[in-house]
């Protein structure tokens, strides 16, 4: 028996990428050499996942990438032959995910195994399905899995730790944030989102606003990918690697400006203009950036032999208002100051007594002036005392 579950799995088109996988890699090499060290060594491997080979078949077999799943993610006729092949590489995964540890131990020793895992019975092509009805949401591959990328060597790359911001941990700002998250629900309900330029002064929330909107609706299928500067010549590749998708994305660029002479201004501008790789209705641009302009220009740069110098300004200075969507982060007064505070003691349990918002102002004040990072800081040191 397990001879002939070792072949079916070798055998694998549509899934043939779950070969690819840790434990499976384990799985197989029991299946074709059943030894006490193989039934140990997968085993080991299983229990990363939670000791459920069930579970484990399942959330490998719905996590991955396969030409079935593009093809209906891309609304692309499925073809009969590949239709076929996926329904009967499912009926055997499911086989495969109820094989019991007495079953597969027999093969190794007559006595009870030492090491057991966990089955159950379970409908894969069922739970497949209801995978592809939600795609939209669920997505598909790394997708799945994940929700926060960078890209790195030409393919986006999961951020298997990324920022635990909620939008319900953010204090202030309220008005401006709603914007974004308004913004970002077009995105969610198929409706035009512009791209977003999130300025303003430093502390006040920008990246924490966007970072918790990518957590808050992660499960209404958003997706982040965050680029860094110096990337931005790669968001064509960017854009290619995210067309056709059924999630919706953010591509996030963070603190940005630029010098008049910077190749990234062009790369960013072309996108933003709509070019031959302009965003798809899949995604929308957000970027912050401590500046409204975002280029820097000198006094220095108006001298010069440029003979129509008032356009070449006019280009630089216009690239902010090439975002559909302005939003102005600016530092709180004393009042919103104080009112940030004292909603951050309340979530750390911290008494709000005059006496703590008279240290908080001073510690504002001592550093580089009032902020939603200066109230934080503030009240995680008084939490740490």
Wanted: net charge negative.
């Amino acid at each position: 028996m397990l001879n002939e579950y070792a072949e079916k799995l070798q055998s694998l088109a549509v899934f043939r990428g779950i070969l690819r996988e840790k434990t499976v890699e384990k799985l197989l090499a029991f299946l074709k050499s059943p030894t006490h060290d193989s039934y140990g060594d997968f085993v080991g491997s299983l229990y990363s996942h939670g000791g459920s080979l069930t579970d484990f078949i399942i959330e490998t077999v719905t996590e991955d990438e396969n030409p079935y799943m593009k093809r209906i993610a891309e609304f692309k006729e499925v073809p009969p032959c590949i239709d076929e092949s996926a329904r009967n590489e499912l009926a055997f995964l499911e086989k495969l995910s109820r094989l019991t540890p007495e079953e597969a131990w027999s093969a190794v020793d007559s006595c009870e195994p030492f090491s057991r895992w966990d089955t159950y019975e379970a409908d894969l092509l069922k739970i497949y399905r209801e995978r592809i009805a939600a795609l939209h949401t669920k997505g598909f591959g790394i997708f799945a899995k994940y929700h926060v990328f960078s890209f790195k060597d030409g393919r986006l790359v999961p951020v298997k730790n990324p920022d635990t911001q909620r939008l319900s941990q953010l204090s202030g700002y309220e008005l401006e944030r709603g914007k974004v998250i308004a913004n970002t629900l077009a995105l969610l309900n198929d409706k035009p989102a512009p791209n977003v330029l999130l300025y303003g002064d430093a502390g006040t929330g920008k990246s924490s606003t966007v970072k918790a909107i990518a957590n808050e609706y992660r499960d209404m299928g958003l997706r982040l990918i965050e680029l860094t500067k110096v990337q931005l010549g790669e968001l064509p590749a960017v854009i290619e690697k995210i067309a056709g998708n059924p999630l919706k994305f953010i591509i996030f660029i963070d603190d940005i400006s630029f010098s008049a002479d910077d190749d990234n201004f062009s790369a960013l501008k072309a996108v933003l203009e709509g070019s031959a790789s302009a965003k798809t209705d899949n995604m929308t641009i957000y970027c912050t950036s401590n500046r409204r302009h975002l280029v820097k220009e000198r006094f220095s740069d108006r001298d010069g032999d440029d003979i129509h110098a008032a356009d070449t300004r006019e280009e630089l200075v216009s690239l902010s208002e090439r975002f559909g969507l302005k939003v102005a982060f600016l530092k709180p007064n004393k009042d919103t100051y104080l009112q940030i505070v004292e909603k951050l003691a309340a979530e750390y349990g911290i008494e709000c007594t005059p006496d703590l918002l008279t240290r908080a102002e001073a510690y504002a004040l001592r550093r580089s002036g009032r902020s939603g990072r200066a109230a934080k800081h503030f009240i995680e040191l008084e939490a740490s005392k």
